[in-house]
């Protein structure tokens, strides 16, 4: 069962596509959320879930204050699945004085690359959970596509399977940490120096 572990929907459950997702652990969620929230990333942030599967990981964002977040699954089932989470956690939103919901979530059933090549707007928080028998190549394309749409304080997250090798980390990105959690290991990702001027 996967469900939000904090924030307005805290305890909500969400629905899980039946296969072709493999949903982060709630453990694996609560660690990244805590490093998130100590560093103040998460309210008020423009949030990017790519592969996003249930859509946990930016639903959680939004149930602990993000402004806006985008789910990103070229699967149906999984664009399906977000767009029911989303209404769930849209339904439990608070309202804003206007009686606005404070947060807003879109999804989009584009593949990964082709959505991010499009894109317009910039990102404060992104999120990569690819399958983990997605190529590195291909993982390496979806981040040298993301970095020239990030703020320069952004945080990327990607997990990945922790027997991989190393992901290739593309110009314009350089990582700050790697942290392993049994079969998961996340690479925090931010841009680099020369890219943020």
């Known amino acids: 069962m996967t469900r939000i572990i904090g924030g307005f929907a805290g305890s909500l459950t969400l629905e899980v596509p039946r296969s072709g997702t493999r949903p982060t652990s709630d453990m694996v969620r609560e660690a990244i959320f805590s490093a998130l929230v100590a560093r103040d990333l998460v309210a008020g942030a423009r949030v990017l879930d790519l592969y996003a599967g ?35 956690i849209l339904k439990a939103a608070p309202a804003g004085k206007s009686g606005a919901k404070r947060v807003s979530i879109d999804v989009s059933s584009s593949p990964v690359l082709a959505y991010v090549a499009g ?64 079969d998961t290991a996340l690479y925090w990702l931010s841009v680099a120096d020369a890219l943020a001027e």
């Open 119 to 182: 894109a317009r707007q910039f990102w404060d928080v992104v999120f990569l959970d690819p399958p983990y028998e997605l190529g590195a190549g291909e993982v390496a394309a979806a981040l040298t596509a993301l970095a020239p749409r990030l703020d320069p304080a952004a945080v990327v997250v990607l997990e990945r399977s922790s027997r991989d090798t190393a992901p290739v980390i593309p110009d314009g990105l350089e990582l700050d940490r790697r942290k392993d959690y049994g």
């Open 54 to 88: 249930s859509g946990a990981l930016g639903l959680e964002a939004a149930s602990r204050g993000a402004g806006s977040v985008t789910l990103v699954d070229s699967s149906g089932a999984a664009a399906n699945a977000c767009r029911k989470n989303a209404a769930h």
